[in-house]
């Protein structure tokens, strides 16, 4: 009995390879093989391994499906994981302050176990760290929480806020509706920087986005002076 996990972050050309080794060497009585495999990436690694054949448009996906059957002889799909789940889950790996940090946002966690297992893994090393240093006594841990929410699943923007940590705060007054970002006037105040903080909220003003969530009643105004101390425990 074999089992073949991670094949999405092999390349796709060896991808096939490594299944057509299976196919060759293990295609054997009473050997079992277990596949834990994403079909899209199936389809990508067909178009890159046999993209000399031209495939006509939206065959290469076919021709993944078609791969696949050939060897799978009982395919079997993991569903969605559900909001309730990620509750269930979260509380199970972490009872501790920091799971109870992120509790109240469970609604914006990606429902991706391995993100929620590193969301919690960094509060609670940073929960450790702050418990032994006199000095972060004081840390936020809700504010952490989002913090460490938005390093994990906007890394983008988690790039650029711990450059220039005031634009947490400027985010949190878009949300609010305090700044109307398609309006310049509001961003007078900033001086030189109007125009690159106008097109950074723009960027991120995303209404639809879980960001809204995260950015209501966040807090970052109330800690403007001190959010580089968090960021910088978040290694920013």
Do not use: W
């Not at 293990?26 to 993209?51: C, P, Q, T």
Request: some cysteine; hydrophobic content about 50%; glycine content about 4%.
């Amino acid at each position: 009995m074999f089992f073949i996990d991670d094949l999405d972050r092999c390349d796709p050309a060896q991808i096939i390879d490594l299944l057509e080794a299976v196919k060759l060497f293990f295609d054997l009585k009473h050997v079992f093989v277990f596949l834990a495999v994403d079909k899209e990436v199936i389809d990508r690694g067909i178009e890159v391994k046999y993209s000399e054949f031209k495939f006509a448009e939206g065959r290469a996906a076919a021709v993944g499906a078609e791969y696949i059957e050939k060897m799978v002889q009982l395919p079997l799909q993991l569903f969605p994981v559900g909001r309730t789940q990620v509750a269930s889950f979260m509380e199970a790996l972490s009872p501790s302050a920091a799971g109870r940090a992120l509790a109240p946002l469970h609604e914006l966690v990606s429902p991706n176990p391995r993100k929620i297992k590193r969301i919690l893994n960094i509060l609670a090393v940073t929960q450790a760290i702050a418990e032994a240093t006199p000095e972060l006594a004081d840390l936020d841990f809700a504010v952490m929480a989002r913090l460490v929410l938005l390093q994990v699943q906007s890394s983008d923007l988690y790039a650029a806020v711990s450059r220039q940590p005031d634009l947490l705060a400027i985010l949190e007054s878009c949300y609010s509706g305090e700044i109307k970002v398609n309006e310049p006037q509001n961003f007078v105040k900033f001086g030189d920087r109007r125009s690159a903080v106008q097109a950074f909220c723009k960027t991120y003003y995303l209404p639809e986005s879980y960001l809204a969530g995260l950015f209501k009643d966040a807090g970052f105004a109330k800690l403007d002076p001190s959010l580089a101390t968090y960021l910088t425990m978040l290694g920013g």
